[in-house]
């Protein structure tokens, strides 16, 4: 199995979960001097302006490299873990040069953002929307400290061994541990209101 094909099938295994609001911290890079007690509903003009432009400036900055550093990593390492498996013989060096390939093949895709607000829309929500600016910035946060920990614990492909891939991909590893999205209450609030997207909520226009 090529590099390639290895991808596209990691791609495919490799889905977040769901994980409670106890993994990371709520504190994180997201901010912003819109005060958080204000409910999405009850946003001015120049509110949703600034709070919008705030979440997609962190997107850029900082939240989606994150991110598509975590998943380049990630799938990389489990695509080794899938080559160990189908050569059980492998060596570190050849698990080394497997983790790399792939690797190279993810940075070269394009990566999805993960956190997207629309000020035309985000301040005209139904009734069913109680979140408040403190809801977004907390989840962000939520989902960038996962992240993080993921991207912390994910080998370089330089180093890889038998052992640590397969630590990596086993049940308890950090793949299973970190590979989730925050379902804590704030995150959970979100879902009802349209104009925001984390990684917790449905995309635009679902």
């Known amino acids: ?38 409910r999405l509903n009850d946003l001015s003009s120049a509110q949703a302006i600034q709070i919008c432009n705030d979440v997609n400036a962190a997107n850029t900055a900082t939240l989606k490299p994150t991110h598509c550093a975590k998943d380049s990593h990630a799938n990389a390492l489990f695509a080794a873990n899938q080559y160990l498996q189908d050569n059980p013989t492998a060596t570190d060096a050849s698990l080394q040069a497997e983790c790399s390939q ?12 993960v956190a997207i607000c629309d000020a035309t829309t985000i301040a005209s929500n139904s009734p069913y929307c109680t979140a408040t600016v403190a809801d977004i910035v907390k989840c962000i946060n939520e989902n960038d400290a996962i992240t993080r920990n ?23 590893g950090p793949l299973s ?14 879902d009802d209101c349209n104009g925001i997207f984390t990684l917790s909520t449905p995309p635009p226009g679902s």
């Open 102 to 113: 792939v690797l190279t093949v993810n940075e070269g895709y394009t990566c999805s953002d």
């Open 150 to 172: 993921l991207l912390a614990a994910t080998p370089d492909c330089e180093t890889v061994t038998m052992s640590s891939v397969s630590a990596y991909s086993a049940p308890g």
């Open 1 to 38: 199995m090529t590099p390639r094909t290895r991808l596209i099938a990691v791609l495919g295994t490799l889905s977040l979960g769901c994980g409670g609001g106890s993994i990371g911290s709520a504190g994180g890079p997201f901010t912003t001097s819109v005060n958080g007690s204000v």
């Open 177 to 190: 541990t970190y590979n989730v999205i925050s379902m804590s209450a704030s995150c959970y609030r979100l």
